[in-house]
């Protein structure tokens, strides 16, 4: 797209601090039913649930938990199985051997360093190994204590094509987002962009004409 096309667009819409209220309000309204679409019941099953949903869908993920669940309840139900028996009940998942090893490794430290229980910081949540900062500030928005905002494939292609960031590193773009999103909304805002991202602003073709927030987009082709 030319400089000077885009120049034109980031004008007419006006600046992002003023476009990201309305922005939320539209899409709260939009996608009224916006959640994770992972299941879990539990504080560590949404843990695993995470951690397993690298790579794959979450539909794949929730086919695999469903039976995962009943079998491992504790973190001590996942080290008292052979790493192998594990890697076949999460198989279907991909990276299944990186995967037990992380899980193992993080219901070890459950165990030892956090009472069995789930973290809620991240700087917790961080040392759990496999952990990295997407999965845990999921987990941590999911218990209700967001501390960051996660950039998935979504939510990055959205901000930048609603003038939210110009970068590309999910980092940087996580620090542009923060300064932007009132922080009462960071734990809703990706699952706003990811249901948006996937039921109107596809990768490919992106449906502006039907889209509630076309006004404020700089990248709007309606
Ligand atoms: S106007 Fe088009 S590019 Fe912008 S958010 Fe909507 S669908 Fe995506």
């Given at each position: 797209m030319?400089?000077?096309?885009?120049?034109e667009a980031r004008k007419r819409v006006g600046p992002k601090r003023a476009r990201i209220q309305p922005i939320i309000d539209r899409l709260l309204r939009e996608h009224a039913d916006a959640a994770i679409a992972l299941r879990f019941g539990t504080d560590l099953e949404l843990l695993v649930s995470v951690m397993l949903s690298a790579q794959t869908t979450d539909v794949n993920v929730n086919r695999v938990t469903e039976?995962?669940?009943?079998?491992?309840?504790?973190?001590?139900?996942?080290?008292?199985?052979?790493?192998?028996e594990?890697?076949?009940?999460?198989?279907?998942?991909?990276?299944?051997?990186?995967?037990?090893?992380?899980?193992?490794?993080t219901m070890a430290m459950l165990i030892e360093d956090y009472d069995g229980r789930v973290p809620r910081r991240m700087e917790d949540l961080l040392r759990l190994p496999g952990v990295a900062r997407k999965t845990a500030n999921v987990v941590a928005a999911e218990l209700g204590e967001p501390q960051g905002i996660v950039v998935d494939t979504h939510v990055r292609r959205l901000s930048q094509r609603l003038?939210?960031?110009?970068?590309?590193?999910p980092v940087k773009i996580e620090r542009d987002l923060q300064r932007l999103v009132p922080r009462e909304h960071w734990g809703v805002f990706p699952h706003l962009l990811i249901w948006h991202?996937?039921?109107?602003?596809?990768?490919?073709?992106?449906?502006?004409?039907r889209c509630v927030v076309n006004d404020l987009c700089p990248s709007s082709r309606a």
């Open positions: 030319p400089r000077s096309y885009v120049r039976r995962l669940f009943e079998k491992y309840r504790r973190p001590e139900d996942y080290l008292a199985v052979p790493a192998e594990l890697e076949r009940d999460i198989f279907a998942t991909g990276f299944y051997r990186q995967k037990t090893k992380a899980i193992r490794g003038g939210l960031t110009k970068v590309e590193d991202g996937r039921r109107v602003c596809d990768a490919r073709a992106p449906k502006c004409e």
